[in-house]
């Protein structure tokens, strides 16, 4: 649909992440441990995103992969966790968009939608227009408002902002593997 629309191909993306928990030495008896995800995107090679559960998005440049191994004793990988959106990056006017296929390990697990109105820096003053956009090639599968937005209010989006949103799309795509496939429709 968006290339009838006549959207052009800009090339490819992708977004990793892998998660880490903080090691069980550090844990206390009966205390779930803290989560930390680390992410990656295409769009900024040389900048590496590490998100907390529930807590701010650190920018760091790409070295910090490099840290994460020296705090081994701190945070451990969750081995068979890196989950990462793969694609295409369509151009029309001033919108960008990637869609992109979520994988875990070898096997797909769902579908990604990045929509950027590259002209407006406040989310908020845009979302009306996004939506309209979206409408044309998604139909009734848009999305709500973004969680991100309610937070930002009148403030400048970031990079940080679409890797929170990129965060949330991949723990909902990992809860839904843990239910029964029988589940899922």
Known sequence: RLE???ADKQGTFGVDCETYHTAAALGTQGQ???L???MHNSEYPLSCFALFENGPCLVADANFDTLMVKLKGFFQNAKANKIESRGTRYQYCDFLVKLGTVTM???ARGISVEVEYCPCVIANDCWNLLM???QSFMGSHVPGVP???GSKHDSTY???DTMVQYMELFNKIRKQQ???VAGIR
Do not use: N, R, W
């Open 158 to 160: 970031s990079p940080g």
């Open 147 to 149: 969680s991100v937005f």
């Open 178 to 180: 843990q239910v029964p």
């Open 4 to 6: 009838a629309l006549g």
């Open 36 to 38: 930390m995800y680390v």
């Open 132 to 134: 309209e956009f979206m």
């Open 105 to 107: 390990g070898p096997s």
């Open 32 to 34: 779930t441990g803290k």
